[in-house]
């Protein structure tokens, strides 16, 4: 009994480690799957770096204050990948499915967040990508319909 529970115990730690590390310039961040570029477009730290980077601070219902958010907006990730649909189903590291409206990206300046107040977002904090709208500047985000698709730890997207 008392080695299983050492088997467990370091099982977690591991676990722990491995999601408080950044991610390399090389990790797949994020896949692209669906009406894509070649059915399927994977992105790395390194290509999202070459995009054009927005940033903006807003209440979110997880977080205190107004954290600065910085990343990529969503609507280029999509350009990025010679996205042609309505809708993305967005998917997290822990199964979490939403679909989004392709609209709500070209309507609002939604990020693919990397940052929040300057600070790389890792596996145990909501990273490392995470879809954030901005809140603040429009009312109507403000709805429950669009809390839920706020996704953090973003790791796939399947476009409709």
């Known amino acids: 009994m008392r080695l299983q529970y050492h088997i467990v115990q370091t099982a977690l730690m591991t676990a722990l480690v491995f999601m408080a590390v950044p991610v390399a ?57 010679e996205a042609e ?5 967005a998917t997290a590291l822990n199964d979490y499915v939403v679909d989004i409206p392709v609209e709500d990206f070209h309507r609002f300046d939604v990020l693919a967040a990397l940052y929040m107040d300057d600070v790389p ?10 879809i954030v709208y901005p809140r603040d500047n429009h009312g109507v985000l403000a709805d429950i319909r669009y809390d839920m698709r706020w996704v953090w730890q973003l790791v796939a997207l399947h476009v409709q």
């Not at 977002?121 to 995470?130: A, F, Y």
């Open 85 to 89: 649909g309505s809708s993305v189903r």
């Open 121 to 130: 977002l890792t596996r145990r904090d909501k990273g490392p990508v995470w």
């Open 25 to 81: 310039a090389e990790d797949v961040l994020l896949t692209l799957t669906g009406a894509v570029r070649d059915g399927r477009v994977e992105m790395t730290r390194a290509d999202f770096d070459t995009m054009d980077w927005h940033e903006f601070s807003t209440s979110t219902s997880v977080t205190d204050g107004r954290p600065e958010f910085s990343g990529v907006l969503m609507r280029d990730i999509l350009a990025h990948a």
